[in-house]
């Protein structure tokens, strides 16, 4: 069965904080390099880039996804290894920040949202001009709750999607301890049937959510949302069978078994938000920890900032888990750690050094693009590595040393040795 890989939330230049090498050519060369078949445009609503994205891109009619024109093409590195020469999609993405009332909880919650057409995105800018200003970021900041976006996104064309981003994120998120809901259903009432996936976002994976009882019935995706085009696929969807918009959109909605093949994440340990902490003290607490001191900072006595495992833990009391029996079959999962960050503790340099780039290019030219050669190289081809290859089963048995991320922190994992 044919296998690829998608990767749906990125940003482009004109988000905040992003690389200004995050555009169409830079996407798809790391595209390839990282086995991602297809790609998020990101930022779709920003009217510079979708101008971009038309002049650059063309439909392919039988895949309902977008290519590179011939002339973009022309314009790509001519540094990659022959192993990754291969065919780059892209879909129509981009992601909203919602910043609203409800309840009188002011609420905020980010949405990936998923278009067939740079058309209907089209359609989609004219409304959202109406609600706020679309041009001073490619994430827009507007007062628009997610349930009428949705119901907006289905009057422009029913095969558009949204897809409630990185879910358990403090700040910004559906079910963040900051500003979220306890549920679904809480955030999109009478329309939460048109939601059929979310994102577990870095500090959560499969697992996790399906310790929550909604979450077991719901498909979960995984997306690097990346603001530099080399951390492209450090989260990413796994699929099977033909790359093309009504797939992808089945794959999600029907959590097919011949056409989803689950998430590939890091480990969420490594997320910004896993423990609870105060990043001001360098406080990183487990929940237990934290519930010890009553979410209060043990050093200066301020609220800590509740991460997304003491949140997952919340929950499940509040909706505790089918038994397993009951549950549809649950899709498998991959953790992963970059190829880099091997290579870096393989030799001893840093991830961003000379010898370390030189020796990631040796690799993917000696087996391949990076993820499916994390996840689906035999035990036969990753022994031709050596040590590369044995760090690389290291990881897929979970040998690794964890030191987890807190309060806006990123954590640290390592293979063993």
Sequence with gaps: MKTYYADLHIHSKYSRATSPECDLISLHHWAQLKG???????????????????????????SGLYTLKQNCL???????????????????TGEISSIYKRDNQTRKVHSLILLPSLEAAAKLNTRLATIGNIFSDGRPILRVDPRNLLE?????????????????????????????????????????????????????????????RFLQKITLVSNSDI?????????ATRFFGNPSYDNIMTAFKERAPHLFGGTVDLFPEEGKYFHDGHRSCGISLAPEESMACGSLCPACGQKLTI????RVIELEKKHPPLATAKCRPI???????????????????????????????????????????????????????????????????????????????????????
């Design 331 to 417: 899709p498998p999962y991959h953790h992963i750690i970059p190829l880099d960050e091997l290579l870096s503790h393989q030799i001893g340099n840093a991830a961003t050094s000379k010898k370390v780039k030189t020796a990631y290019l040796q690799t993917l030219e000696a087996a391949g693009p990076e993820l499916p050669l994390l996840i689906d190289a035999t035990s036969k081809q990753l022994n031709t590595l050596n040590e590369t290859g044995a760090l690389i089963q290291q990881v897929r048995l979970g040998k690794v040393h964890k030191t987890p991320g807190f309060d806006g922190v990123y954590g640290r994992i390592r293979p063993h040795g």
């Design 307 to 310: 991460g997304v495992l003491h």
């Design 36 to 62: 991602i078949s297809v790609c998020g445009t990101g930022d779709c609503t920003h009217p510079d880039w979708s101008k971009t994205l038309k002049e650059s891109l063309t439909l392919e009619e039988n």
């Design 74 to 92: 022309t314009s790509l590195p001519n540094h990659l290894p022959e192993s990754c020469h291969a065919p780059v999609k892209f879909l129509i």
């Design 227 to 235: 603001h530099s085009p080399a951390r492209l696929g450090r989260n």
């Design 152 to 212: 907006m996104l289905l009057e422009i064309d029913p095969r558009c999607a949204l897809i409630p981003a990185h879910i358990w994120t403090p700040w910004f998120s559906m079910l963040g301890s900051k500003s979220g809901f306890d549920s679904i259903e809480e955030c999109f009432g009478d329309l939460t049937p048109h939601i059929f996936a979310v994102e577990t976002g870095l500090s959560s994976d499969a697992p996790m959510n399906h310790r929550i």
